[in-house]
């Protein structure tokens, strides 16, 4: 973004992920991003996950419950799992929730992370997060309100709408919001994903992020209740509206939050559709949003009053930066007066597949639109972005059912006419030809595990979805424009996969399995098309991580990994996805590295300790024998039936056997 008077301007970029498309399944939640499959633009959030109800002593349920501490932190470079110290923590008022622990980057960075409440922000104890890195520069995340000069809660200034909520149920003694009068029935709003809404550096620099969450509503109960349930509204999801900076957090406080700053940018999002006939026409987005944004025909076609009208819905983003130049002699800044003045604009198509209907990234146009002194706009071309649809299932599975075909980026036509193709390892698994890894816990392949239940089917599906990690991507920077350019093309080679047991606290038990993704032992990249010279050639080997990781039969494994010339190391769990060795060889043919880096480590030093809140499983003694149907005594002493497909090992008592499980 453009620079401004003072403090840094933020970073905002598209990201696209293409693994991120992999991690798709059917028993996920596959939505796309607002940008398009594959793509995001994170502004940061923090996020909770809870457990269904079901799950938590509520028959039939099929709301959200308490699931205990966890949250997840994504934020640039201090990003991660959030541990709560369990030895710092203060009881007290549930009310709290874990706003008395001391919490840290399960990779601990040296992020101080605060977990606070007292907001206004539409939760029912006004969480907020509080995160400072080690420059000193504090984020806020669900505030909703400017933070006062000292960091706490307000009420001054217009909401950011950064706190997203869903109603979530307490049932039991303990939990945050429960009430011994209502029992099974206590519930509150609880967040779900607090986003950024404020940075402040430490020369009193501020930055303010606000959204437009997307709202909806559901017969809350209605499960254990005979389908009587009670219309309850929650936040589904929502996308970034603006950013401000060029601005002291101090001038907005004096100001009660009306001081303008000297720069903005407004994230315009919306839908339109286009009758065969013509005639644009607008609508109102999800959540009341004025839509003026143009779009495209074709799609799905609707007949109505004897006409055909073909529809498509086609997402603009609408970026636009903007700043006002109110400066004395000396170029320090005014207090805040004069409008904004538009200085660049940049629109993103998103628009439906021709074949799977799920939304795809086409274009991003830059438009440059300060015309203070007389000059017309500029528009670039735009950059387009072509897609190729892989399915996501390995084939062969009886019964048979669609392959779950994704787009995934294939061509991307840059604004002088290059291009940058990819291509994917494909077929890694397949029941057809045989190819497929031993067992989930014996692993090594480029396809995982999925279990899950299909609709109306008792009995869970084990299923096998695939990865495709990129195998070359090729360089064209337009000959035609650029004379004598040549084609650069850099493939990849990659070694075993690792696949760690998922030791999540809410995971269902009977879908556990290893689907945990830890990266590849070693990548190999070759640099050159072999017609311009000798192709260069390097190769990075990485921890994996999966010493300890438990195996079907509930032993652990004792792993180590080694580079070309580092020897044998421990691959601990603390080290996943670390490099290991970097090497670099004399050329594309070479066996041997010529140089290369091993990196060491002297051990973890623990700064949170959390026992994750799970349970106790336990079958009644029969005899000699252990019932076919366990329980499940949660850390309030509460039992839930469980299936008798448990590793049954562990402590024995008077008519029982305890078994520790998460």
């Known amino acids: ?34 940008i398009g499959d594959g793509w995001d633009l994170n502004s940061g959030f923090v996020e909770r996950s809870y457990k269904p109800c079901d799950k938590a002593g509520i028959a039939g349920s099929g709301d959200q419950c308490w699931g205990g501490a966890n949250l997840t932190l994504s934020l640039g470079g201090h990003s991660g799992e959030l541990v709560p110290d369990d030895a710092s923590c203060v009881s007290g008022d549930p009310k709290n929730e874990q706003s008395m622990c001391t919490w840290r980057l399960k990779n601990d960075d040296g992020t101080k992370v605060e977990f606070l409440t007292g907001a206004t922000n539409g939760t029912w104890n006004g969480s907020y997060l509080k995160v400072t890195d080690t420059a ?127 720069s ?18 607008t609508r109102p987005a999800h959540g009341g949003q004025r839509l003026e944004l143009a779009g495209r025909s074709a799609g799905q ?53 021709e074949n799977t209907q799920i939304p795809w990234l086409q274009t991003v146009k830059r438009i440059g639109k300060d015309t203070f002194n007389g000059q017309s706009e500029q528009e670039l071309p735009a950059v387009t972005f072509a897609d190729l649809l892989l399915p996501n299932r390995v084939d062969g599975l009886v019964p048979a059912r669609p392959r779950y075909n994704r787009p995934r980026m294939e061509l991307i036509t840059t604004e002088t006419g290059g291009t940058i193709g990819v291509e994917y390892k494909q077929n890694s698994c397949q029941r057809t030809t045989g190819t497929m890894p031993a067992s ?34 090729t360089v064209d920077p337009n000959s035609n424009l650029i004379a004598g350019a040549v084609t650069k093309t850099t493939s990849y080679e990659y070694g075993d996969a690792a696949w760690h047991r998922n030791d999540g606290a809410l995971v269902d038990d009977k879908s556990r399995t290893w689907d945990q993704f830890r990266g590849f032992a070693k990548v190999t990249v070759v640099t050159g098309s072999g017609q311009d010279g000798k192709k260069s050639k390097s190769s990075t080997s990485y921890y994996q991580g999966m010493d300890g990781d438990l195996k079907a039969d509930g032993s652990k494994r004792s792993l180590a990994v080694a580079g070309p010339t580092s020897g044998a190391k421990t691959d601990s769990d603390w080290l996943s996805g670390r490099v290991l060795e970097s090497d670099v060889y004399a050329d594309a043919d070479a066996t041997a590295p010529q140089s290369w880096t091993v990196n060491t480590s002297s051990g973890p030093s623990d700064t949170a300790t959390h ?52």
């Open 440 to 473: 989930a816990d014996n692993n090594t392949l480029a396809c995982y595990n999925v279990k899950w239940y299909d609709t109306g089917v008792a009995a869970m599906v084990d299923d096998w979805f695939l990865r495709y990690p990129v195998a070359s991507v």
């Open 1 to 34: 973004m453009p620079p401004t008077l003072g403090g840094s301007a933020p970073q905002v970029a598209l990201g696209y992920d293409s693994a991120s498309v992999d991690g798709r399944t059917s028993s996920t939640n596959a939505q796309a991003s607002w």
């Open 264 to 281: 903005r940018i407004d994230f315009g999002i919306g839908e339109a559709l286009r009758g065969r006939r013509g005639g644009l026409r």
């Open 611 to 662: 026992k994750r809140s799970a349970c106790r499983i336990w079958w009644p003694l029969r005899g000699d024998h252990l019932d076919q149907r366990g329980y499940c005594e949660d850390q309030h002493r509460h039992p839930h039936h469980l299936d008798g497909d448990h590793h049954r090992r562990g402590e024995r008592q008077p008519g029982r056997q305890f078994i520790e499980y998460g």
């Open 301 to 353: 076609a609707v007949r109505r009053a004897g006409h055909l009208l073909e529809l498509r819905a086609e997402l603009l983003v609408d970026a636009v930066a903007e700043h006002h130049h109110h400066l004395d002699p000396l170029g320090r800044r005014l207090p805040s007066g004069g409008p904004l003045r538009a200085c660049a604009r940049v629109q993103v198509a998103v628009q439906l597949g």
């Open 136 to 262: 000193g520069t504090v984020y806020y995340f669900g505030l909703n309100h400017l933070p006062s000069a000292t960091g706490a809660p307000t009420a001054v200034g217009p909401e950011s709408r950064s706190a997203w909520t869903v109603p979530v149920y307490s049932p039991n003694a303990g939990d945050p919001c429960y009430d011994a009068a209502k029992g099974k029935g206590s519930w509150c709003q609880t967040a779900w994903r607090w986003n950024l809404d404020y940075v402040v550096d430490v020369h009193n620099n501020l930055t303010t992020y606000t959204y437009a969450p997307e709202t909806n509503w559901y017969a809350r109960g209605g499960g254990q209740n005979r389908g009587s349930g009670t219309n309850t509204e929650y936040t589904r999801g929502g996308t970034l509206a603006s950013i401000a900076y060029g601005q002291l957090l101090s001038d907005q406080l004096g100001a009660n939050g009306a001081y303008q700053a000297a």
